[in-house]
């Protein structure tokens, strides 16, 4: 059973895991905040060796306790994208950054998870938003660690997202550029505007004058000097925080940071005010305050898509039995027809009045367009079946409305030509959308027989 009495928040980096444990009392006020960090050589091949610290803090401290766990996880093999986008009802707005992503990395978005803040949205103008991509796997590696441990994730999101929040009480215009040692000689920079990330890159830590000038190419699409600089402390990013403001590419440090943040430490078991508990008391905030942007309920959704897929293909083969349940007594229905035809031509040569002749050539005319009509159809249908999924079709007076889905435009205009290849003419698209990421789309084309 889940605790409701406790929160934990977990960041992992590239040197440690860090634990924030949060017991509330009633009214969600904080009775007490733990802090621990675990050094932990970060890699994301080694499963065994997180979830043995993870398991290990969920014993020691929580007793072996289940509580409600959000993730800070480090930015690495992520994407960040600025958008701009027509002014569209919230409902709307994860398809269209979903085809924008589609659009902006063709091939791989079925391997990427996003999530996005607004940034400004003038009503009925435009919307722009921050967009911050993760790999799924690397999002599977850190829940499937969690699950093993025996945790209950409820949120995970980067780190450099929740410590943006330490930010969030200067001018809307101030500029922080953050430094942070990553793996080895490799240095993280991202600069923060309006409280938000806005450039993420590393460089190599070498000599210092090369990777000032690192920085400084970094940067040069920004206006510089920048507002303030912060580091994790640690001694390279000190010194080269140093050197960038001795070489006036920032104007100061950043002392004093969000308030409301650092006053939730009401108490502590271990530590006063290390900056690498910062992050984790911003998610506990943003957490607090509905701001976090969490990965994982996207991450379930999309299992939940998986779940779904597989009934749906057990759905799709009984579809299919059902199909050739139909079709067969229209095959026969068919055989019928043809038979009555043949006897109907037998008596043609004994009629003698025009009005009969008349009315037996139409009826044999619309026959044969509904012989022609359904051989058709069922062609086309097979040739189609690994392009679309029929939902809908209807047949009436020679025009065809059919109602599919499928994975891309592609698919549409191959169902089009396949149908004009067969004799259907003018064929026009009445309506398209997207639904759960699939194209629904509607037809209709008149025959020619």
């Known amino acids: 059973m889940v605790s409701i009495g406790k929160q934990l928040f977990i960041e992992i980096t590239s040197q440690e895991v860090r634990f924030l444990l949060c017991n509330k009392k009633h009214r969600n006020k904080i009775l007490n905040l733990s802090f621990t960090s675990i050094p932990y050589a970060f890699n994301t091949q080694d499963m065994a060796g997180l979830v043995e610290i993870l398991k290990d803090y969920r014993l020691n401290v929580l007793k072996g306790a289940i509580v409600p766990v959000y993730l800070l996880v480090p930015f690495q093999n ?72 025996g945790y209950k994730v409820r949120g995970i999101e980067y780190s450099i997202s929740a410590l943006a929040e330490m930010f969030s009480d200067l001018p809307t215009t101030t500029r922080v550029l953050y430094l942070q040692n990553v793996r080895g000689k490799r240095i993280q920079m991202v600069l923060f505007k309006d409280t938000k990330p806005e450039v993420v890159a590393e460089v190599a830590f070498e000599q210092l004058d090369i990777t000032k000038y690192q920085i400084y190419l970094g940067l040069k699409d920004h206006d ?53 508990s910062y992050p984790l008391l911003a998610e506990l905030y943003r957490v607090k305050e509905n701001k976090n942007l969490n990965f994982f309920p996207r991450h379930h959704r999309l299992n939940k898509v998986r779940v779904l897929l597989l009934s749906l293909v057990c759905v799709l083969a009984t579809f299919l039995l059902l199909i050739s349940t139909i079709w067969h007594p229209k095959y026969d229905d068919l055989k019928r027809f043809e038979h009555e035809l043949a006897i109907l031509q037998s008596y043609h040569v004994d009629l003698s009045d025009d009005e009969v002749n008349i009315a037996l050539t139409d009826w044999q005319a619309k026959q044969k367009s509904r012989v022609i009509a359904l051989e058709r159809i069922l062609y086309v249908l097979e040739n189609l079946k690994n392009e679309i999924k029929l939902n809908r079709l209807s047949l009436n007076n020679n ?30 698209l009445i309506d398209y959308y997207y639904d759960n990421q699939k194209l629904v789309f509607s037809l209709s084309v008149e025959g020619c027989w």
């Open 78 to 149: 992520g994407l960040l994208r600025e958008i701009r986008l027509p002014w569209m009802d919230e409902k709307k707005r994860n398809s269209a950054i979903n085809y924008y992503l589609q659009h902006e990395i063709p091939g791989l978005t079925s391997e990427l998870i996003y999530t996005y803040h607004v940034i400004e949205e003038p009503e009925n103008k435009y919307l722009t938003v921050k967009v911050l991509v993760a790999r799924k796997d690397s999002i599977d590696f850190y829940i499937t660690s969690m699950e093993k441990a």
């Open 224 to 276: 510089i000097p920048i507002d303030f600089i912060v580091t994790d402390h640690s001694e390279q990013t000190d010194m080269l925080a140093s050197l960038l403001l001795n070489a006036g590419l920032v104007k100061d440090k950043l002392l004093s940071f969000n308030k409301k943040i650092l006053d939730q430490k009401i108490a502590w078991e271990q530590g006063t005010s290390d900056f690498s």
């Open 399 to 428: 025009t065809m409305h059919l109602w599919a889905e499928c994975e891309s435009e592609i698919a549409i205009t191959k169902t089009i030509e396949e149908l004009v290849e067969n004799g259907w003419k003018n064929p026009t």
